[in-house]
C-alpha cells in the first residue's frame, strides 16, 4: 500500500503535517516534563513532609479526640478504612507515580489516591495509606492540583495543529491552482486544441512558467495554421496538374485503353493520398458533438461496404450508451480501421463492440484474418508518415491510422493495435462514458 501521495499537493501538505506532528509532540513533552512534572514533585514533597510531620507527632497512634483537634487546626483528617469509604475513598483515583515518589521519600511503602471534593476551598483530596498503618489512612486536603491538569494542554495543541495544517492545505491549493490550470492546458495542446492564454498568477516562478506556456501555445498554433494553410496550398496546386493529365488521358486512342487505365488508377491513388493529407491537417475542430449510438454508426459503415461481394462483416455489437461524439469524426475512424483490414488483412473482418462498465468506457475492435504486424512495429504505425506494416504489403500515405489516433485522442479515448492470438490483426479503440 502507497502512503505518499504522488502529487505536489499532497506532497506539501503531508510534508507540513509531519512537520506540526513533530512540533506538537516536543512541545507536549517539554511542557510536561519541563512544568507539570516539577509541579508534581512539588506537591509529592510537600506530601511526604506532611506524612513525615504525622509521623513525627505519633497523629496515627494518638487518641480520637486529639486528632479531631488536629485536623481543626491543619484540616488533615486521620480516618479508619470504614471513614474513608463513607467521605469518598471510594471514588478516588490511583496513582502510582504519585504512589512511588511518597515512598522513596518516605522510604516505606505508600499508597497514594486522590479523590475530588465539592462545596469546599480544596477541590482534591490526597489519600495517603502506609504499609505500617494498614488501619488509617491520611486525608491531605490541596488546592492548585488542577492547574497541572493535562487536558486543557491536550485541546489547545490539538486546536493549534487543527489550525495550522488547515492554513497550509488553504496556502498549498491556492499555489496549486495554477499548475492545475497548466495540466490541463498541456493536455488540450497534446489533444491538438489551443486553449486561451492562462492567467498569470501565483509565486513569481510560476508566472514565469505560465507566460512560457502561453507564448508556446501561441507558437504552436500559428505552426498549425501554417501548416494547413501550406497543406491546402500544395493540395490545391497539385490537383490542378492531375485534372489536365486525367483531361489528357481521357483523350487518348482506344488502342493504348490500357496506358490509360493505369494513368486513371495512379491519378486516384494521389487523389486519396492529397485527401489524407488535407483530412491531416484539418483535425475537424469545427465540427460539433452530438448524442451518438456507436453501433448506429458502425451498421452504417457496414451497409456502405456491401456493395463490394467480394468483402464480407459479421457483426457482434452488444448494447452501448449514447456518447457525445463528432460523427464525421467518428465514421472516418471507423472507416479507416475498416478500410485497413480488408487492404492490408483479409477479405472477411468481425466487428464488435462491448461495455466496459469497471472502467466507464466503450470498446470497438476491427479483426481482420491476415498477417499481421510484427510486435516490434504495432506502434510505430500510428506515427505519420510511417509505413510499419511492411509484412502486410503497406503502400499509401501512412496518415490513415495518424488520423485515427488523433480523432480518439480528441475524444478523450484511446486506440491500440495487437495480433490475436489465433491469427490476424486487432484494431482496437475505446471511448469513455459522457461525464
Known amino acids: 500500500m502507497r502512503f505518499v501521495p504522488k502529487s505536489a499537493f499532497g506532497q506539501t501538505v503531508l510534508l507540513i503535517g509531519i512537520l506540526l506532528l513533530i512540533n506538537q509532540v516536543v512541545s507536549y513533552l517539554s511542557v510536561t516534563y519541563y512544568f507539570i512534572r516539577p509541579s508534581y514533585e512539588q506537591i509529592n514533597s510537600l506530601l511526604a513532609t506532611q506524612v513525615k510531620g504525622i509521623l513525627a507527632s505519633e497523629m496515627l497512634a494518638a487518641d480520637q479526640n486529639k486528632q479531631e483537634?488536629?485536623?481543626?487546626?491543619?484540616?488533615?483528617?486521620?480516618?479508619?478504612?470504614?471513614?474513608?469509604?463513607?467521605?469518598g475513598l471510594q471514588h478516588s483515583t490511583?496513582?502510582?507515580?504519585?504512589?512511588?515518589?511518597?515512598?522513596?521519600?518516605?522510604?516505606?511503602?505508600?499508597?497514594?489516591?486522590?479523590?475530588?471534593?465539592?462545596?469546599?476551598?480544596?477541590?482534591?483530596?490526597?489519600?495517603?495509606?502506609?504499609?505500617?498503618?494498614?488501619?488509617?489512612?491520611?486525608?491531605?486536603?490541596?488546592?492548585?492540583?488542577?492547574?497541572?491538569?493535562?487536558?486543557?494542554?491536550?485541546?489547545?495543541?490539538?486546536?493549534?495543529?487543527?489550525?495550522?495544517?488547515?492554513?497550509?492545505?488553504?496556502?498549498?491549493?491556492?499555489?496549486?491552482?495554477?499548475?492545475?490550470?497548466?495540466?490541463?492546458?498541456?493536455?488540450?495542446?497534446g489533444k491538438g486544441e489551443f486553449p486561451p492564454p492562462l492567467k498569470?498568477?501565483?509565486?513569481?516562478?510560476?508566472?514565469?512558467?505560465?507566460?512560457?506556456?502561453?507564448?508556446?501555445?501561441?507558437?504552436?498554433?500559428?505552426?498549425?495554421?501554417?501548416?494547413?494553410?501550406?497543406?491546402?496550398?500544395?493540395?490545391?496546386?497539385?490537383?490542378?496538374p492531375l485534372t489536365r493529365i486525367r483531361l489528357?488521358?481521357?483523350?487518348?486512342?482506344?488502342?493504348?485503353?490500357?496506358?490509360?487505365?493505369?494513368?486513371?488508377?495512379?491519378?486516384?491513388?494521389?487523389?486519396?493520398?492529397?485527401?489524407q493529407f488535407i483530412e491531416y491537417a484539418r483535425q475537424d475542430r469545427e465540427e460539433v458533438r452530438e448524442n451518438t449510438n456507436l453501433n448506429e454508426l458502425i451498421q452504417e459503415l457496414t451497409q456502405a461496404r456491401h456493395v463490394e461481394e467480394s468483402h464480407h462483416i459479421d457483426l457482434a455489437l452488444q448494447n452501448v450508451p449514447t456518447l457525445s461524439l463528432r460523427r464525421i469524426a467518428i465514421k472516418r475512424v471507423l472507416?479507416?480501421?475498416?478500410?485497413?483490414?480488408?487492404?492490408?488483412?483479409?477479405?472477411?473482418?468481425?466487428?464488435?463492440?462491448r461495455v466496459d462498465n469497471q472502467q466507464k468506457r466503450v470498446v470497438c475492435s476491427v479483426r481482420?484474418?491476415?498477417?499481421?504486424?510484427?510486435?516490434?512495429?504495432?506502434?510505430?504505425?500510428?506515427?505519420?508518415?510511417?509505413?510499419?506494416?511492411?509484412?502486410r504489403g503497406s503502400?499509401?500515405?501512412?496518415?490513415?491510422?495518424?488520423?485515427?489516433?488523433?480523432?480518439?485522442?480528441?475524444h478523450d479515448g484511446s486506440v491500440s493495435l495487437r495480433n490475436h492470438p489465433q491469427g490476424g490483426l486487432v484494431a482496437e479503440f475505446w471511448l469513455p462514458f459522457r461525464r
Open 395 to 410: 503502400t499509401g500515405s501512412g496518415l490513415g491510422l495518424a488520423i485515427t489516433r488523433r480523432i480518439i485522442d480528441a
Open 94 to 189: 490511583y496513582y502510582g507515580f504519585m504512589s512511588a515518589q511518597v515512598s522513596e521519600q518516605l522510604q516505606e511503602k505508600a499508597e497514594v489516591r486522590i479523590s475530588t471534593t465539592t462545596g469546599s476551598d480544596s477541590p482534591y483530596l490526597v489519600w495517603i495509606a502506609l504499609e505500617r498503618f494498614p488501619s488509617h489512612w491520611i486525608a491531605v486536603p490541596i488546592s492548585g492540583l488542577s492547574e497541572a491538569n493535562i487536558s486543557p494542554l491536550t485541546m489547545y495543541l490539538m486546536v493549534i495543529g487543527i489550525l495550522s495544517v488547515a492554513g497550509g492545505w488553504l496556502f498549498v491549493r491556492r499555489m496549486n491552482r495554477p499548475l492545475q490550470a497548466l495540466q490541463r492546458a498541456a493536455l488540450q495542446v
Open 335 to 353: 472507416d479507416n480501421l475498416i478500410e485497413n483490414a480488408f487492404r492490408y488483412g483479409s477479405d472477411h473482418i468481425v466487428i464488435s463492440s
Open 248 to 275: 489528357a488521358t481521357e483523350m487518348m486512342p482506344e488502342n493504348q485503353e490500357w496506358i490509360q487505365e493505369g494513368i486513371i488508377n495512379d491519378i486516384e491513388d494521389m487523389n486519396a493520398i492529397i485527401d
Open 200 to 240: 498569470e498568477q501565483g509565486s513569481s516562478e510560476m508566472i514565469e512558467v505560465t507566460r512560457a506556456f502561453n507564448r508556446m501555445n501561441q507558437g504552436i498554433r500559428q505552426l498549425e495554421n501554417d501548416r494547413a494553410l501550406m497543406t491546402a496550398g500544395i493540395s490545391h496546386d497539385l490537383r490542378t
Open 69 to 87: 483537634r488536629f485536623t481543626e487546626r491543619t484540616g488533615i483528617k486521620v480516618l479508619s478504612p470504614e471513614q474513608s469509604m463513607q467521605q
Open 368 to 391: 481482420d484474418f491476415g498477417p499481421g504486424v510484427p510486435e516490434k512495429e504495432l506502434d510505430a504505425v500510428f506515427q505519420p508518415f510511417a509505413q510499419g506494416d511492411k509484412a
